[in-house]
């Protein structure tokens, strides 16, 4: 990884006092490239970006100007008339000043955000669009990262850092050529003691900044530490830990207090010392240019307070832009991540010629079929099985043996690597992606549910069902009872996202929603495993109902489940090992027959 963590110096020049908090700054790995795509991002809005180059430039013109005019009042000091002109002037440029920097935040807000509302919009559609297999490498909290905090990061350097960096650059440029103008020697002399004082701030900050970047390292575990413990204080009591877990905590914060004291001593006795040698360098130009007045090679007063003040200046954009640099660095950074994910390729697309669905009659055909998540590690092996339609078909086997895997190449979440699969006589990949997914009713084993109220939860996917039509796959699905006993009916908003359902509820909810869907092909997958018996058996027996004619597939390991199943297939190690009905199976005498009088017998 070429990402280094590391924090902003607590810079602190000309007597601009910084408490220095360690703030991470991430490194970009190909700054010039992102740049460019970022760039390519602002098409169309060029003309914009001129203006806020023009406006930047003017923007500095106040800072520059200043120090100028107030020395020729110095000078001028005698004729009252000149001053009040002289100051006239002034305030005329502060007004400008202002005005140029009002209209530059103005084109720089609607510039960015109309960038930034682009970048969201393409990568929230380009996410919509991603395979499954994205997802199983990243974790969700990182994608939302990318999603949330790093389009914000290139958002607020877009409207205001970027501004800002232009308007200090043209400011440094100008006051370095009036300081030229006014003295090419003493130029020379601040430039002399500006470099003494830069090479001093980067030997302090190297120190602060180690300290400042242990700090926040420290912090960070602290906070996992904290994090960890809310979300996991059910398992923390129940396994007694509070204990442990409040001595872990306290080495912690222990730890963390102890480096922050070191870093704030540090940056407390490290700024002060910084602000002196600053000053001194000060004094000693103020001197310098009090001999060369005494010795006549400068000529007023003017000039020397022109001088001294754009010393003072001159060094201030450079504090600035390193802040503002950091700042840019990480964004940028930000910038290359959301372009990592707007460079995964999309699901594929449709071919040309793509079939419709629009009559579906659930014929199934796998024909030696392999499958892998990732190239060396095959799931499914050389699969192949008729399963023609109206079949309902059970899928049992131990855990991990690839059930799920199974199903999900049915509904195309991901593409078989090897062989093919056949829906009514057709390559899945032939038809419409749409088309494909609502010939399929799916409870996918992980239930989902949105924090959305229960009705449209039952209706997701369909949200032109009436209500008779929920309330009837609500009753079919054995939901309605529980959810008639819930404080709004059918209405109560899922606020946590179901998490306030017990597991069963939650799964009774995801069929009813497959029940609706009335799709010709139904998919169940451990549809019943987290409800009790007399549930289960009331679910099968709808289920028997609503799988009538239609092909379906039940994944379940509580056997009892599917005995009336029409073909029982025995995945193990990614392979069909036993098929037939359960009287078949029974006969055969093989590992379904032992595995179903085992669970036969605990019961
Ligand atoms: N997204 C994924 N990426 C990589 N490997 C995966 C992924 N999903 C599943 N696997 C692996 O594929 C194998 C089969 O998993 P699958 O989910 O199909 O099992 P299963 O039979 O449904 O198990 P269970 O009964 O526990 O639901 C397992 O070894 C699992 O680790
Ligand atoms: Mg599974």
Same mark, same amino acid.
């Given at each position: 990884m070429a990402e280094k963590n590391n924090c902003a110096p607590p810079t602190n020049l000309n007597g601009i006092s910084r408490p220095g908090k360690g703030r991470v700054v991430i490194k970009p790995k190909n700054m010039k490239g992102t740049l460019i795509r970022l760039w390519k991002l602002t098409k169309g809005k060029r003309k914009g970006l001129g203006w806020i180059l023009l406006l930047s430039a003017l923007a500095s013109a106040a800072s520059i100007l200043s120090p100028y005019i107030t020395g020729k009042a110095v000078t001028a000091i005698s004729k009252q008339d000149m001053v009040v002109w002289i100051l006239a002037c002034l305030t005329g440029l502060y007004v400008c000043d202002w005005l140029v920097k009002f209209m530059q935040a103005f084109f720089m807000a609607s510039i960015g955000q109309h960038m930034i509302h682009s970048i969201r919009e393409t990568l929230f559609g380009h996410i919509r669009s991603l395979p499954l297999s994205f997802f199983d490498r990243r974790q969700h909290g990182e994608l939302m990262s990318r999603l949330t905090n790093d389009v914000d990061n290139i958002s607020t350097t877009i409207s205001s850092s970027l501004t800002l960096l232009l308007t200090h650059g043209f400011t440094i440029l100008g006051i370095f050529l009036m300081m030229i103008v006014l003295s090419p020697l003493l130029t020379l002399v601040a430039l002399t003691g500006v470099s003494c004082i830069f090479v001093l701030t980067k030997v302090v900050t190297k120190r602060t900044r180690k300290l400042f970047s242990c700090q926040q390292k420290s912090l960070g575990a602290l906070n996992g530490q904290v994090e960890e413990s809310v979300s996991g204080l059910p398992l923390i009591k129940a396994f007694c830990r509070e204990e442990e877990m409040e001595c872990d905590f306290g080495k912690k914060n222990d730890e963390l207090c102890r480096i922050s004291i070191k870093a704030l001593i540090w940056s407390g006795y490290l700024m002060p010392l910084m602000n002196v040698i600053n000053n001194l360098c000060y004094v000693a130009i103020a001197v310098f240019s009090g001999i060369l007045f005494l010795n006549g090679r400068i000529d007023s007063v003017g000039l020397i307070t022109s001088f001294l003040l754009y010393v003072r200046q001159f060094t201030r954009p450079f504090v600035e832009i390193a802040n503002i640099y950091n700042n840019f660095q990480t964004a940028v950074a930000g910038a290359e991540r959301v372009f990592e994910i707007l460079d995964e390729g999309p699901e594929p697309a449709d071919c040309p010629d793509a079939l419709s669905l629009a009559s579906c009659r659930g014929d199934i055909e796998f024909r030696h079929v392999g499958f892998g998540y990732?190239? =060396? /590690? /095959?799931? +499914?092996? =050389?699969i192949s099985v008729k399963i023609p339609a109206g079949t309902q078909v059970a899928i049992v086997g131990s855990t991990g043996s690839g059930k799920t895997t199974f199903v999900n190449l049915l509904t195309r979440f991901y593409d078989v690597t090897e062989g093919n699969i056949l829906l009514d006589g057709h390559d +899945?990949?032939?038809?419409?992606m749409t088309d494909l997914r609502a010939a399929f009713g799916v409870v996918l084993q992980d239930t989902a549910l949105f924090a959305e109220s229960v009705k449209d939860n039952i209706c997701y996917g369909h949200p032109e069902a009436d209500m008779e039509r929920i309330r009837q796959a609500a009753r079919i699905a054995g939901a309605d009872g529980f959810i008639e006993r819930l404080p709004k009916g059918y209405d109560t908003i899922l606020e946590q996202g179901g998490l306030e359902l017990s597991q069963g509820e939650r799964q009774l909810l995801t069929i009813a929603r497959a029940v609706l869907a009335n799709a010709p092909i139904l998919i169940l997958d451990e549809a019943t495993s987290s409800v009790d018996t007399v549930t289960e058996q009331k679910i099968r027996k709808a289920m028997l109902k609503i799988c009538e004619n239609r092909t379906s597939f039940l994944i379940a390991h509580r056997l009892s489940t599917i005995r009336d199943s029409d073909l029982i297939l025995l995945i193990e190690n990614g392979q069909i090992i036993e098929r037939g009905t359960h009287e078949e199976l029974m006969d055969f005498n093989g590992q379904y027959a032992q595995m179903y009088r085992t669970q036969a017998g605990e019961e």
């Amino acid at each position: 990884m070429a990402e280094k963590n590391n924090c902003a110096p607590p810079t602190n020049l000309n007597g601009i006092s910084r408490p220095g908090k360690g703030r991470v700054v991430i490194k970009p790995k190909n700054m010039k490239g992102t740049l460019i795509r970022l760039w390519k991002l602002t098409k169309g809005k060029r003309k914009g970006l001129g203006w806020i180059l023009l406006l930047s430039a003017l923007a500095s013109a106040a800072s520059i100007l200043s120090p100028y005019i107030t020395g020729k009042a110095v000078t001028a000091i005698s004729k009252q008339d000149m001053v009040v002109w002289i100051l006239a002037c002034l305030t005329g440029l502060y007004v400008c000043d202002w005005l140029v920097k009002f209209m530059q935040a103005f084109f720089m807000a609607s510039i960015g955000q109309h960038m930034i509302h682009s970048i969201r919009e393409t990568l929230f559609g380009h996410i919509r669009s991603l395979p499954l297999s994205f997802f199983d490498r990243r974790q969700h909290g990182e994608l939302m990262s990318r999603l949330t905090n790093d389009v914000d990061n290139i958002s607020t350097t877009i409207s205001s850092s970027l501004t800002l960096l232009l308007t200090h650059g043209f400011t440094i440029l100008g006051i370095f050529l009036m300081m030229i103008v006014l003295s090419p020697l003493l130029t020379l002399v601040a430039l002399t003691g500006v470099s003494c004082i830069f090479v001093l701030t980067k030997v302090v900050t190297k120190r602060t900044r180690k300290l400042f970047s242990c700090q926040q390292k420290s912090l960070g575990a602290l906070n996992g530490q904290v994090e960890e413990s809310v979300s996991g204080l059910p398992l923390i009591k129940a396994f007694c830990r509070e204990e442990e877990m409040e001595c872990d905590f306290g080495k912690k914060n222990d730890e963390l207090c102890r480096i922050s004291i070191k870093a704030l001593i540090w940056s407390g006795y490290l700024m002060p010392l910084m602000n002196v040698i600053n000053n001194l360098c000060y004094v000693a130009i103020a001197v310098f240019s009090g001999i060369l007045f005494l010795n006549g090679r400068i000529d007023s007063v003017g000039l020397i307070t022109s001088f001294l003040l754009y010393v003072r200046q001159f060094t201030r954009p450079f504090v600035e832009i390193a802040n503002i640099y950091n700042n840019f660095q990480t964004a940028v950074a930000g910038a290359e991540r959301v372009f990592e994910i707007l460079d995964e390729g999309p699901e594929p697309a449709d071919c040309p010629d793509a079939l419709s669905l629009a009559s579906c009659r659930g014929d199934i055909e796998f024909r030696h079929v392999g499958f892998g998540y990732t190239p =060396d /590690q /095959q799931v +499914l092996k =050389d699969i192949s099985v008729k399963i023609p339609a109206g079949t309902q078909v059970a899928i049992v086997g131990s855990t991990g043996s690839g059930k799920t895997t199974f199903v999900n190449l049915l509904t195309r979440f991901y593409d078989v690597t090897e062989g093919n699969i056949l829906l009514d006589g057709h390559d +899945l990949r032939e038809y419409r992606m749409t088309d494909l997914r609502a010939a399929f009713g799916v409870v996918l084993q992980d239930t989902a549910l949105f924090a959305e109220s229960v009705k449209d939860n039952i209706c997701y996917g369909h949200p032109e069902a009436d209500m008779e039509r929920i309330r009837q796959a609500a009753r079919i699905a054995g939901a309605d009872g529980f959810i008639e006993r819930l404080p709004k009916g059918y209405d109560t908003i899922l606020e946590q996202g179901g998490l306030e359902l017990s597991q069963g509820e939650r799964q009774l909810l995801t069929i009813a929603r497959a029940v609706l869907a009335n799709a010709p092909i139904l998919i169940l997958d451990e549809a019943t495993s987290s409800v009790d018996t007399v549930t289960e058996q009331k679910i099968r027996k709808a289920m028997l109902k609503i799988c009538e004619n239609r092909t379906s597939f039940l994944i379940a390991h509580r056997l009892s489940t599917i005995r009336d199943s029409d073909l029982i297939l025995l995945i193990e190690n990614g392979q069909i090992i036993e098929r037939g009905t359960h009287e078949e199976l029974m006969d055969f005498n093989g590992q379904y027959a032992q595995m179903y009088r085992t669970q036969a017998g605990e019961e």
